[in-house]
Structure formats: C-alpha cells, structure tokens
C-alpha cells in the first residue's frame, strides 16, 4: 500500500474515533469519550482538536493536572487555536485560586497548595 493511501486510511480511522468520542460526549460518557479520543490521539498525535476535545471531557470530570497537559499539547501543535486558550484560560484561573487558597487542589506528591498570605 503506498504511503498516502495508509495515511489516508489512518486519519480516517482517527475522525471515526473522533466523532465516536464526540457522540459519547454528547451523551455525557466522558470516559469513552476519553477513550475515543485517546484512539485518535494514538493514530494522529498531530491534530490539536483531538487533545483540545479530550481535554474538554478531563474538563467535565474535573480532572483540572489532565486538562493541563491536553491543552499544552493543543497548544504546540497549535497556538491560535481559540478553544485551546479558553481551556488553558480556565486551567490558568484554577490554579490562581488554589494557590491563593480559594479552593482545595492537591499537589502531585498529595499535598495541599500553600495559599497566599
């Protein structure tokens, strides 16, 4: 199979994936949408709106560490993307007020954050 033709098939297999994550989305199944979009990811890591979709699902389940990351790497791959900076807008703004001490977050090593003083 020449190298275009596998491309092809694979980036159709990842917006298959796509709109299989979009759908459970819509149904509130943010895990196998998590999922779906994570099959994407896997297929064709170079397409923003699968990390920013994915980050949104980590979105409604409150999981702000992976809401991060999704959006840092939407963000490479595309900087002007507006639903990126929303995201990392929102991602930004939690951490502002854990560290201020306005909301509970716990560290990586499960500590709570120092607020301000």
Same mark, same amino acid.
């Given at each position: 199979?020449?190298?275009?033709?596998?491309?092809?098939?694979? $980036?159709?297999? $990842?917006?298959?994936?796509?709109?299989? +994550?979009?759908?459970?989305?819509?149904?509130?199944?943010?895990?196998? $949408?998590?999922?779906?979009?994570?099959? $994407?990811?896997?297929?064709?890591?170079?397409?923003?709106?699968?990390?920013?979709?994915?980050?949104?699902?980590? *979105?409604?389940?409150?999981?702000?560490?992976?809401?991060?990351?999704?959006? *840092?790497?939407?963000?490479?791959?595309?900087?002007?993307?507006?639903?990126? +900076? *929303?995201?990392?807008?929102?991602?930004?703004?939690?951490?502002?007020? +854990?560290?201020? +001490?306005?909301i509970s977050i716990t560290t990586e090593i499960g500590g709570p954050l120092q607020g301000c003083?």
């Open positions: 199979m020449a190298p275009t033709v596998a491309s092809s098939a694979v $980036a159709k297999q $990842a917006e298959l994936r796509k709109q299989e +994550g979009n759908n459970c989305f819509k149904k509130g199944r943010f895990g196998a $949408a998590i999922d779906a979009y994570t099959e $994407a990811i896997a297929l064709c890591p170079n397409v923003p709106i699968y990390w920013t979709n994915r980050a949104l699902c980590h *979105r409604n389940r409150n999981d702000w560490k992976k809401v991060e990351e999704d959006c *840092r790497t939407a963000v490479q791959l595309d900087h002007n993307s507006v639903k990126v +900076g *929303r995201l990392s807008q929102i991602s930004v703004f939690l951490d502002f007020l +854990g560290i201020c +001490g306005l003083s």
